[in-house]
C-alpha cells in the first residue's frame, strides 16, 4: 500500500501508541526531507523496553506494509543475529526465548502437563516464562518461585501428597526419586528457597542461574508427568 510510504503514516502510528493527539500533523507534508530523520529520532528517544511495546503495538495492528507473520519472522530473524534472548510469539507478545535446551525443555512440560490435564502446573511454569519475560525489568525471583511451584504441584500428585516440602516429598519417595535423584531435588529446593522465596539483600539470583533452576523443573516435571499415577503408594503422612 503505497500510502505507507509516507512519513505521516508513521506518524500517525506513534500518535496512537504514545497517545499524543495531533503528533502526526506535524508530519503532513511528505515533501519534506527531515520528516523521516525526526520520526527516527522519536523512536530513538524510547526506552528499550518501549520499543518492545511498540513491536507488540504494531504486530496486533491491522494496519502495515507487511503481514502478521512475516513482521515475526523478520523480527526474530534480527533477534536470533544479535543473540537477543527474545522472541516475537503468534499471538504478537514478546516472550523470553532461553538457550535450544532451556525451550526444549519448558515446551516439553508444558505440552505434557496441558495434555495431561494438569492446568495447575502448567500455569506455574507459564507464569515463570511471563516474569522471565516482564519488562522492563525480569522478575527473577518470581520466575524461579513459579518453577518450583510447578515442579511441587505435580510432585504432590504424582507421590500422593498433600503436605510436606519438595525436598521432603523426594526423599520420602525413593520410587520416584532414587539417590542421588532425591539429593539433588533437595539441593535445588534449598537454592531456590534462598534465592527466590527468602531473599537476602544483593542474594537475587543471576539470569543463568535462574534459566538452569527453571529448565531443570521442567525437566523433572516431564519426568514425573510421564509416571503413571495408579502405580504409586500414597506415601505416609507425618505432618
Known amino acids: 500500500m503505497e500510502h505507507h510510504k509516507y512519513p505521516y503514516s508513521a506518524a500517525l502510528v506513534l500518535e496512537n501508541f504514545l497517545r499524543k493527539p495531533g503528533l502526526a500533523n506535524q508530519y503532513a507534508n ?16 524510547l526506552d528499550w523496553w518501549q520499543i518492545y511495546n511498540l513491536i507488540e503495538y504494531l504486530s496486533n495492528s491491522n494496519d502495515g506494509p ?66 522471565l519475560a516482564r519488562r522492563p525489568n525480569q522478575d527473577l525471583t518470581g520466575a524461579v518461585q513459579h518453577a518450583i ?19 521432603n516429598i523426594a526423599k520420602r519417595n525413593p520410587q520416584h526419586f532414587p539417590p542421588p535423584l532425591d539429593e539433588a531435588i533437595n539441593k535445588l529446593y534449598g537454592f531456590a528457597s534462598e534465592r527466590g522465596r527468602h531473599l537476602n539483600e544483593g542474594g537475587e539470583p543471576e539470569l543463568r542461574q535462574v534459566e538452569l533452576i527453571v529448565g531443570i523443573a521442567a525437566n523433572v516435571i516431564t519426568y514425573l508427568a510421564k509416571c503413571s499415577p495408579d502405580t504409586f503408594t500414597p506415601e505416609e503422612k507425618s505432618e
Not at 519448558?106 to 507464569?127: D, H, K, M, Y
Open 30 to 45: 511528505r515533501h519534506n526531507p527531515e520528516l523521516w530523520p525526526r520520526i527516527y529520532r522519536l523512536i530513538l528517544d
Open 66 to 131: 507487511i503481514g502478521k507473520y512475516e513482521f515475526a519472522h523478520r523480527l526474530n530473524e534480527l533477534f536470533t543475529s544479535e543473540n537477543i534472548p527474545y522472541r516475537l510469539d503468534v499471538s504478537g507478545l514478546i516472550v523470553y526465548h532461553g538457550s535450544e535446551g532451556f525451550e526444549l525443555s519448558v515446551s516439553s512440560a508444558v505440552a505434557i502437563l496441558e495434555t495431561t490435564g494438569r492446568n495447575t502446573a502448567a500455569s506455574e511454569i507459564q507464569e515463570a516464562l511471563n516474569d
Open 149 to 167: 511451584a510447578g515442579l511441587e504441584c505435580i510432585a504432590k500428585e504424582v507421590c500422593g501428597s498433600k503436605g510436606g516440602t519438595l525436598g
